[in-house]
T-cell receptor
């Protein structure tokens, strides 16, 4: 595709409900990243997928958060039993290389999650 | 762990130079980046610098890296209203791909 796409662009949910956020990376990109952007907090790393390797989940804030990447392409970030503090913009990025080079990450437009 | 810090706001007049500063803590950083986020849009890579460089210039942008002080700066010459955005610095940990971002500096360009 032309760029990284994310859906939905906006999601409003009630506290306690589960949500799924989707990311379609650039075709052929082997690496995929999820970040969370909260007001005044900058970007917080959540999880990183690289090819068929085990994902780096070191940034997930709690066990309510999980992500999977099917077929090395599309990724879904799931938040179970949402809390108000989960309200943020969730950004997905992809890159084409492993650890070599400057490895530009291309970002999607984000999903704005609001938990009421 | 890694920590990246930036001031939150900067206001300049159109035509002036803008300097956005960033400090980081990871001495094993391989690459350092500047990303730009315009309102309602995703992040876009502006420029990057490899850790063995002191300076990189790209048209109106100049990046300075002081490894000893772990200080990175972005200078935008002849700042225009279209430069108004949030600017994030980021460091890439040695041997990996994970980026640690700063909190972002909101640049406001006034006429």
């Amino acid at each position: 595709g032309a760029g990284v796409s994310q859906s939905p662009s906006n999601k409003v949910t009630e506290k306690g409900k589960d949500v799924e956020l989707r990311c379609d990376p650039i075709s052929g990109h082997t690496a995929l990243y999820w970040y969370r952007q909260s007001l005044g907090q900058g970007l917080e790393f959540l999880i990183y997928f690289q090819g068929n390797s085990a994902p780096d989940k070191s940034g997930l804030p709690s066990d309510r958060f999980s992500a999977e990447r099917t077929g090395g392409s599309v990724s879904t970030l799931t938040i179970q039993r949402t809390q108000q503090e989960d309200s943020a913009v969730y950004l997905c990025a992809s890159s084409s290389t492993g650890t070599g080079g400057y490895n530009e990450q291309f970002f999607g437009p984000g999903t704005r999650l609001t938990v009421l | 762990g890694e920590d990246v810090e930036q001031s939150l706001f900067l206001s300049v007049r159109e035509g002036d130079s803008s300097v956005i500063n960033c400090t980081y803590t990871d001495s094993s950083s391989t690459y350092l980046y500047w990303y730009k986020q315009e309102p309602g849009a995703g992040l876009q890579l502006l420029t990057y610098i490899f850790s063995n460089m002191d300076m990189k210039q790209d048209q109106r942008l100049t990046v300075l890296l002081n490894k000893k002080d772990k200080h990175l700066s972005l200078r935008i010459a002849d700042t225009q209203t279209g430069d108004s955005a949030i600017y994030f610095c980021a460091e890439r940990e040695g041997g990996g791909n994970k980026l640690t971002f700063g909190t972002g500096t909101q640049l406001k360009v006034e006429l």
